[in-house]
T-cell receptor, first 114, second 115 residues
Framework: AQSVTQLDSQVPVFEEAPVELRCNYS??????LFWYVQYPNQGLQLLLK??????LVKGINGFEAEFNKSQTSFHLRKPSVHISDTAEYFC????????????FGRGTSLIVHP | NAGVTQTPKFQVLKTGQSMTLQCAQD?????MYWYRQDPGMGLRLIYY???????DKGEVPNGYNVSRLNKREFSLRLESAAPSQTSVYFC??????????????FGSGTRLTVV
């Protein structure tokens, strides 16, 4: 079975500063990886995904993530955050093949201060 | 707009009451899912339906039942609500092609309180 650990439950940062949200996973087989964002009182929205190919993945709203197989990580980064990036971010992993049901991390709350 | 629609958005139930949460999608997803979200717990899978006519248990199925009425609709039923079922419930459909390959589209959620 796969598992996901989001290493920080809350990340405070000032506007225009860079940010990294950390995600580690464990799995005995190859995986697909995702980051989702949840704005207050809304559902989850797909930010980006890694399926195969280049390990650097670019998503919406200026976010990117890098798949590191040796460190089993998929950290999310943005070089300059905005107030509007304040939200909950979830990392998810699903096994290649099978039912494609992802396992979600517990979430990281990104709080952007002016 | 295309997507996943959940009703109702809010609900308050008394312990022991029953209710059905509705979910409909117009994105031609074969697979649909019900999750619950609790503070600090992330999302936990309750039930899923890999295709019309099939349903399977997820991580936390106790106290719930589901119906995949047709390809578009996937409902979640609480037969006898308990305070432990106070949560935010999300329905999702799984994409199989294009930009949503292997990603999910989520509804906006149902906030359920059981008193």
């Amino acid at each position: 079975a796969q598992s996901v650990t989001q290493l920080d439950s809350q990340v405070p940062v000032f506007e225009e500063a860079p940010v990294e949200l950390r995600c580690n996973y464990s799995s005995s087989v190859s995986v697909y990886l995702f980051w989702y964002v949840q704005y207050p009182n809304q559902g989850l929205q797909l930010l980006l995904k890694y399926l195969s190919g280049s390990t650097l993945v670019k998503g919406i709203n200026g976010f990117e993530a890098e798949f590191n197989k040796s460190q089993t990580s998929f950290h999310l980064r943005k070089p300059s955050v905005h107030i509007s990036d304040t939200a909950e971010y979830f990392c998810a992993v699903t096994l290649r093949g099978g039912s494609y049901i992802p396992t979600f991390g517990r979430g990281t709350s990104l709080i952007v201060h002016p | 707009n295309a997507g996943v629609t959940q009703t109702p958005k809010f609900q308050v139930l008394k312990t022991g009451q029953s209710m059905t949460l509705q979910c409909a999608q117009d994105m031609n997803h074969n697979s649909m899912y019900w999750y619950r979200q609790d503070p600090g717990m992330g999302l936990r899978l309750i039930y899923y339906s890999a295709s019309e006519g099939t349903t399977d248990k997820g991580e936390v199925p106790n106290g719930y039942n589901v119906s995949r009425l047709n390809k578009r609709e996937f409902s979640l039923r609480l037969e006898s609500a308990a305070p432990s079922q106070t949560s935010v419930y999300f329905c999702a459909g799984r994409g199989t092609g294009g930009a949503l390959s292997y990603g999910y589209t989520f509804g906006s959620g149902t906030r359920l309180t059981v008193v």
